[in-house]
């Protein structure tokens, strides 16, 4: 009865987008690092911690108001106990996991036993319950209970949630629990050399040496040395304890030194990883970037004209020795293999417009990021240089949306440079930006002014430019010199000549100030 | 300028210019250090395709190359390439000398040899990503103008005597009725010196004159037909 009740609930929950959407909001808020909010719900987090941990410590020295006790222990107390029973919630989902129990049951026709089912669910929450976060939130919860004094202190576990919500102290967890074996390693040495030593001086001095008088003080006398610490509320009289305390003084400085250049290489080792995390991160908040792969000739003299820009950008080389070369050059620069699948992955795809450039000079190489971009997601735009004329069929079935032949441009080039020397030498302005002879598009949805517009109520010659075609579209056709009468529409391009003032002038009119 | 042009080197790039230059009707001389590469630019139709030790001032003296020619230096090898550029400037200083070069400082090395224009590999193919990033329909129309194969051409025009564009204002003149844009002149006048349209200059048209327009193939067909007439005609 009971059983046949909670499955038809279940079922209900499944059908419900509102219950859906919740959950999933909930789950985003509090797990999701890509959502909007949770820098918001972090940020309150931390302040109810800190402002907790704020009130423990005036409490030792002052009477405290009692607004501050109802805050500390119901406000604060309240939304974390919230906040912790909605990760038990999100942990799950309890009614899929009903549902299949019931439809296996009946696939099987076996009877739906509904305890077994609960006692599945109450070992999965239950999973989340003993791990380590779940206990210290749980404990962070317990200094609500005002009668118990001792239960104030629990208040500093407040502190270690601090954990879930700063991103740098995580980082540190991680690159520590990476030497996990080592640091292990070395604690074991520490308590193994700290036990015999303790045992050593307890068996020497306990009835001389009027501090010593039990195992715990020859214990805590044994740290303090090997740490170098050294307090001195406890010292060996004898020659026998002066000698062990000679040789874990040693042995306490080698292994000092051991556990900090553990600790230190540990960073060193993660510090690269680190930054380029960064600096994907602070890509992927743009809406458009460059990946480029690769960093040879090709590239130094591309980002030479592409940093005026300023446009966003990284390079991704396979070489450690290269990608160091491009650091020192000032670009930002991460080691990384462009052509695997995870890496172009870490990148914003859905959102952002990628242009991903395979400048490296195998074709291999250049064909298979190209291909491995284009899996991703197709509106990836690809622009490859291929080495040989015989490739860019390949290239072109790879789906690369332009292939560059260096050697082919630059002999078509030279061939126009000899065979028409005019027509060169104004290519050459126009293309590479000459002031003069600025060529420029306009998009009319950025120039709204030129919507609906006919070709000849705009007065180009006014305004110094040269109308020289629209283009119908990104993939449209392209009117050349396209008839008075010709209407513009919002997908169009205008492609405009004239000096970079006129061309500025004239979006500025028709309402597309910015590019 | 002479038709007649020099070429140096013929491997990969020479050989794709050499069939380049053919098809624009030039008289392609070719000059090699290797003979399998003689050989080749012979099999392929160069008649004039000869093998001399391009170090050698007397043999190049030998083709009796006018002084103002047209020479392109393309050798396989950069040394030689460089070397061979200051040798054709010390012999002949009025030459037209364009050289190929495939890296930073070969360009300097080939420009302080006195090659006339440079051509970066690199350079050149850094500018075209970035022309396809920030300007991709013009670069598609400059390319259809290069390669040949749209209707839409470039091209030089000149004025020719006692025609009706003599001694009118560019500013005057309504190019875009006949099809055809105007984006820059070669005034005579003013030197060799290629002048934007749009770089707001009054500009009085001379017979003489450059035009350099862009159009439809039959429009600037008709008109360069129109220009030869001594009165504009009426309009259509």
């Known amino acids: ?515 | 300028m002479s038709k007649r042009v020099y070429l140096f080197g013929y491997g990969k790039q020479g050989h794709a210019l050499a069939e380049g230059l053919r098809r624009e009707v030039f008289e392609v001389v070719i000059i090699e250090t290797d003979p399998h590469y003689v050989e080749a630019a012979k099999a392929a139709g160069f008649e004039e395709s000869y093998l001399i030790d391009v170090t050698q001032d007397s043999q190049i003296e030998a083709l009796h190359i006018t002084p103002d020619a047209t020479m392109v230096c393309v050798m396989e090898d950069e040394h030689l390439n460089v070397f061979l550029t200051l040798s054709l400037r010390a012999l002949y200083p009025e030459a037209t000398i364009f050289a190929i070069s495939s890296s930073i400082h070969m360009t300097q090395k080939l420009k302080m040899a006195g090659a006339s224009r440079v051509i970066d590999l690199y350079h050149v193919s850094a500018n075209r990503i970035h022309n396809i990033l920030t300007k991709p329909v013009a670069t598609k129309l400059l390319d259809s103008f290069i390669s040949n194969d749209s209707d839409i051409s470039f091209r030089e025009i000149a004025i020719p005597e006692g025609s009706w564009l003599h001694g009118k204002m560019a500013e005057e003149v309504d190019f875009s009725a006949y099809g055809v844009l105007l984006l820059g002149l070669v005034d005579l006048e003013l030197g060799n010196k290629f002048i934007f349209i749009t770089s707001g200059v009054a500009h009085k048209l001379d017979s003489g004159d450059i035009l350099v327009c862009i159009g439809y193939n039959e429009d600037l067909d008709r008109f360069e037909s129109i220009i030869k007439l001594s009165t504009e005609p009426k309009k259509i």
């Open chain 1, 1 to 515: 009865m009971l059983g046949t009740l909670l499955v038809r609930f279940a079922f209900a929950l499944q059908g419900s987008a509102a219950y859906r959407r919740t959950k999933q909001f909930f789950r985003d808020i509090l797990n999701n690092p890509e959502c909007s909010y949770k820098k918001y719900f972090d940020s309150l987090m931390i302040f109810l911690i800190l402002t907790s941990v704020g009130i423990l410590v005036y409490e030792v020295r002052h009477p405290v108001p009692e607004w501050m006790i109802i805050y500390d222990v119901y406000v604060v107390s309240l939304i974390f106990a919230v906040e912790y029973l909605l990760r038990l919630w999100v942990y799950s989902d309890v009614h899929t996991e009903i549902i299949r129990a019931y439809e296996e049951a009946k696939f099987l026709r076996k009877p739906f036993r509904l305890s077994e089912v609960l006692a599945k669910i109450a070992k999965e929450k239950f999973r989340y319950i003993i791990s380590l976060p779940a206990i210290i939130d749980f404990l962070a919860i317990l200094p609500a209970y005002r009668p118990l004094r001792i239960l104030r202190i629990f208040v500093l576990f407040r502190v270690f949630k601090l954990l879930r919500y700063t991103k740098s102290i995580n980082q540190f967890v991680d690159v520590l629990s990476n030497k996990r074996f080592e640091l292990y390693t070395l604690l074991f040495l520490l308590l193994f050399i700290m036990a015999t030593a303790g045992i050593a001086i307890y068996v020497f001095e306990e009835d001389k040496n009027p501090n010593i008088t039990s195992l715990f003080d020859a214990f805590y006398w044994a740290l303090v040395t090997i740490s170098t610490v050294g307090y001195g509320d406890i010292a060996p009289v004898t020659p026998q304890g002066r000698m062990i305390s000679i040789l874990i003084i040693i042995s306490g400085i080698a292994m000092i030194s051991f556990v900090t250049s553990v600790i230190v290489s540990a960073f060193s080792e993660k510090l690269d990883a680190l930054k380029e995390n960064r600096i994907i991160e602070e890509l992927n908040r743009k809406k458009a970037f460059l990946i480029i792969c690769g960093y040879g000739q090709m590239t130094k003299m591309f980002l030479r004209q592409e940093q005026k820009l300023g446009s966003d950008y990284v390079i991704i080389d396979k070489d450690p020795d290269v990608v160091a070369r491009a650091i020192k050059d000032g670009y930002q620069a991460i080691n990384e293999d462009a052509s695997r699948h995870d890496v172009l992955a870490k990148f914003n795809y859905e959102y952002a417009k990628i242009t991903v450039l395979c400048l490296t000079d195998s074709d291999v190489e250049n064909i298979y990021i190209a291909l491995n971009a284009k899996s991703l997601s197709p509106s990836i735009k690809v622009i490859a240089r291929a080495t040989d004329e015989g490739m860019q069929k390949k290239y072109a079935l790879a789906g690369v949306d332009h292939t560059l032949l260096p050697a082919q441009v630059t002999g078509m080039m030279l061939l126009t440079a000899i065979t028409k020397p005019v027509m060169y030498r104004g290519m050459h302005a126009i293309l590479t930006g000459q002031h003069v002879a600025h060529i420029d598009e306009v998009y009319a949805y950025r120039c709204v002014g030129l919507i609906g517009k006919q070709v000849l109520e705009i007065d180009f010659r006014s305004f110094r430019l040269l109308f020289i075609g629209i283009q119908r579209g990104e993939k449209g056709e392209f009117l050349f010199n396209p008839p008075a009468d010709t209407v513009i529409s919002e997908e169009d391009i205008l492609l405009l000549m004239g000096l970079e003032i006129s061309i500025r002038h004239f979006k500025e009119t028709f309402g597309g100030g910015e590019l």
